[in-house]
């Protein structure tokens, strides 16, 4: 054979590699296609149809990817965003986002069990409804299965037991609804099972406790009772979440490997085992709203990694003893709620500041006024039964109590009003109120779990929100009219997501346009849902969202990516400038700033809490606070990451989302932290930095570092408790660690600062009257 022979050969073989590679690809690039076709083109797959290359090759993106081997598809992985379950806000429901009636589950799982060589399936939000067929298990390669967050319903196909190599198993945020099936023991290499968030029935599968090799188990939010089998054989296990089920038994004898326990709202009743003190690793354990009887063991408190301890809300009686002491990762416990008596071990003594301690509504020999009497806690035993309620029960409950609220706190409202009206009339010192805790907050107690509710906080919503104009849509032609066709001229600011234009509309309204780029293209209906969620938050301390345009919408099934929010003008500037006003007619001495600073929390305090899901990262400072003719603080660039981001995603999605939004909601904190301090000091001009604030913050300790630094008018207008007050809250909103207070304690604390201002503003005008 000579030289051209053997190349011939090799050029042949290389063709005939080249065209089976090629077949292969073009077969499953085909069933890709089909895949996109079934689940009705999600804008995250828009990249498959416009590449004409190896779809292997097609760079991965948080919404989709693919990987091969040996030319054929190993891992897809693709996260739409259609909404699933967040299906109430503000007390509206939100139509499900599924994909349309002629999605057929069936034909969609024939067509990706074809991908023979498949050993991971993530199909997150996809708005996929039916039953999960039964042969999905023809996908015999397949390790990790997710299709969290769709909407399918009725069994877990028992076929499932066959695919023996699955090591996750994620069915989170679907509807299954049938009995917990109890082969999971088949799968013998499974690590993570997570069918959170469903409607399963049935006893807890006692198959899970012989499989050794399961780090995770959340079967947490579904409908699963009886009693918790002896989990001790699984030594692997780390997490286990059986959050709000119907569990009625003891505590079981659980692994010693455990980090992360979670059992609460569930039904378990006896005392809490001496081994729970045991589990050296524990990091986790929150076994809140149970029927927990006894004293729980003090080694708990004492474990080297613990940082978070919830026993709220149980029958857990005795006192615990005064010398335990507390491991040095322990922030937060939570013992409130149940029936302890004696003294709080020194160790939990909230004054610390190291850990968060709640204790209220014990016996305890403490803050008796969050307190009951010590007959409450005598007679443990016998009131256990009447603290199961049924649900509706609840609900009726909370509505009922949710009405007499609203009622005394208008009441309140009205009487402080009074109040200080009578105080700024100079009332008689014998008529004076005397600052009290408890006045200003008697509804704290009960109140977070209040606000938790949404139906209630919407009706106190829309209290507040009465006479704002109704929410409209605008015409493009409208907007250019009013701003004569968006001239520069009329641009009230630039910020990171657009501009803001001033406007006047044909009745002669000024109003403020904020032209919103969108990073992320939306389709159309699914942006209107994200307005109409925007549209929802009302409140006097907001500025009010008038309507809105989208850019260029054709039909709701186009993407756009620009949409202008109309808003309410307001006319008075901000908060920034009006910090550094000296002349005497505009200055803001102290009473002022914390009237601004009380709205404002105000308004956070329900973008926290008032609305479901909450808005986060409300871009707070000092240059978002406007004032009206009335010097009445409204917040402005509130709630834009419900427009920009994926909030529900990650609500939806769950894993992590408490973490996510707790540490969202801080970020709140810390920057309302910032505003405090500005209000103090003045605003933060030019070489004044954060880190520059921060280091003269340590100045506040000393009488002498305060007169330094704190702003002569407020100085000079306050008094010194007042200030105090703010100067020790701005320094626990600012602070580095995990105590940072939420916006209620924010809220209270600068509501008290007032009223303490208020007092000694009286005293002092009744001094100045008997000296002349
Ligand atoms: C969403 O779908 C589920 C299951 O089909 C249903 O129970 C729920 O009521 C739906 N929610 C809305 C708002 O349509
Ligand atoms: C599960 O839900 C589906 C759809 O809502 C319903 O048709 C079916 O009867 C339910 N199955 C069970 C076992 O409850
Ligand atoms: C557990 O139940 C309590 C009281 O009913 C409720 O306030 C709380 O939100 C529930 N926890 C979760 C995680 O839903
Ligand atoms: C506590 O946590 C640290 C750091 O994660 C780890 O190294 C240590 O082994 C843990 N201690 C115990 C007793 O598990």
Request: hydrophobic share 40%.
């Amino acid at each position: 054979m000579g030289w051209p022979s053997t190349l011939h050969l090799v050029f042949l073989s290389w063709a005939l590699l080249a065209s089976t590679t090629h077949q292969l690809q073009t077969y499953e690039r085909q069933i890709l296609l089909q895949l996109r076709k079934h689940l009705e083109y999600p804008i995250e797959l828009d990249a498959w149809q416009n590449y004409y290359g190896d779809l292997c090759t097609l760079s991965s993106t948080t919404h989709m990817s693919i990987t091969c081997q040996d030319n054929s598809v190993t891992e897809l992985k693709i996260m739409g965003d259609k909404l699933a379950k967040v299906s109430e806000f503000n007390g509206f429901a939100l139509p499900n986002q599924t994909l349309s009636q002629s999605f057929s589950v069936d034909s969609f799982v024939t067509t990706l069990t074809r991908l023979t060589n498949l050993r991971v399936v993530s199909l997150v939000s996809l708005g996929m409804w039916g039953p999960l067929p039964d042969k999905i298990h023809r996908l015999s390669s397949l390790e990790l299965l997710d299709v969290s967050s769709n909407f399918l319903f009725g069994t877990i196909p028992a076929q499932l037991s066959r695919m023996v190599r699955l090591h996750t198993l994620t069915l989170d945020g679907n509807f299954f609804n049938d009995t917990v099936p109890d082969w999971f023991d088949s799968l013998t290499k499974l690590t993570v099972l997570s069918l959170k968030n469903n409607r399963l029935k049935g006893q807890f599968p006692s198959s899970l406790t012989r499989i050794t090799s399961l780090t995770d188990i959340i079967l947490s939010h579904n409908a699963l009772a009886g009693k918790l089998p002896d989990m001790s054989a699984l030594t692997g296990l780390h997490l286990l979440d059986l959050r709000e089920n119907h569990f009625d038994s003891q505590l079981p004898s659980l692994p010693k490997g455990l980090t992360t326990i979670l059992l609460s709202n569930n039904s378990l009743s006896g005392e809490i085992p001496q081994e729970l003190g045991e589990l050296q690793q524990l990091q986790h354990l929150d076994l809140s709203n149970n029927f927990l009887t006894g004293t729980p063991p003090s080694e708990l408190f004492s474990l080297q990694n613990i940082s978070y301890l919830n026993v709220a809300s149980n029958v857990l009686s005795g006192s615990l003893p005064q010398r335990i002491s507390c491991g040095d990762a322990l922030g937060f416990v939570d013992i409130s709620n149940n029936r302890f008596i004696g003294s709080l071990p020194s160790c939990l003594d909230s004054n610390s500041g190291k850990r968060i301690v709640k204790f209220g509504w014990n016996c305890l020999s403490i803050d008796t006024k969050n307190q009951h009497s010590k007959s409450f806690c005598e007679k443990a035993v016998t009131v256990t039964q009447s603290k199961r309620f049924s649900g509706k029960a609840i609900v009726l409950l909370a509505g009922v109590i949710g009405g007499i609220l609203i009622i005394v706190v208008l009441l309140l409202v009205g009487l402080l009003i009074f109040r200080r009206r009578q105080q700024a009339r100079g009332a008689p010192p014998g008529l004076r109120t005397v600052p009290k805790v408890v006045q200003d907050n008697p509804p704290s107690a009960i109140s977070s779990e209040l606000l938790a509710n949404a139906r209630i906080i919407s009706q106190a919503a829309k209290l507040g929100a009465q006479g704002t104009p109704v929410y409209r849509l605008f015409s493009m032609e409208e907007l250019e009219e009013a701003t004569g066709r968006f001239d520069q001229s009329t641009v009230l600011g630039a910020g990171s997501i657009g501009k803001i234009y001033k406007g006047r509309l044909q009745n002669g309204n000024y109003v403020a346009i904020r032209s919103l780029a969108l990073h992320k293209k939306f389709l159309i209906r699914n942006l209107k849902l994200r307005l109409d969620l925007l549209s929802k938050l009302r409140h006097p301390h907001l500025v009010g969202l008038l309507g809105h345009c989208i850019d260029g919408e054709v039909q709701d099934d186009s993407t756009v990516n620009r949409v202008l929010l109309v808003y309410e003008f307001v006319p008075n500037g901000n908060f920034h400038t009006h910090l550094s006003e000296t002349s005497p007619e505009k200055v803001l001495n102290w009473s002022d700033r914390l009237a601004v600073l009380i709205g404002i929390a105000k308004a956070v305090h329900f973008l926290h809490t008032g609305v479901i899901p909450p808005s986060t990262c409300n871009r707070l400072k000092t240059r978002n606070i406007l004032l009206d003719e009335h010097r009445v603080a409204k917040l402005s660039d509130y709630g834009m990451s419900i427009v920009t981001e994926d909030v529900e995603k990650s609500e939806a999605r769950g894993d992590g989302s408490k973490s996510w939004h707790m540490s969202k909601l801080e970020d709140d904190v810390y920057n309302f932290g910032f505003i405090l301090l500005e209000s103090l000091v003045g605003p933060i001009g030019k070489g004044k930095g954060e880190a520059f604030l921060l280091k003269e913050m340590t100045s506040f300790g000393s009488q002498d570092g305060r007169r330094k630094i704190v702003d002569p008018i407020v100085l000079t207008t306050s008094s010194q408790e007042s200030l105090s007050i703010v100067i020790s809250l701005t320094n626990k909103c600012i602070s580095p660690d995990s105590s940072r207070p939420s916006f209620e304690d924010v809220l209270w604390n600068l509501q008290y600062a007032a009223q303490v201002q208020a007092t000694a503003d009286v005293d002092q005008k009744s001094d100045a009257a008997s000296l002349s």
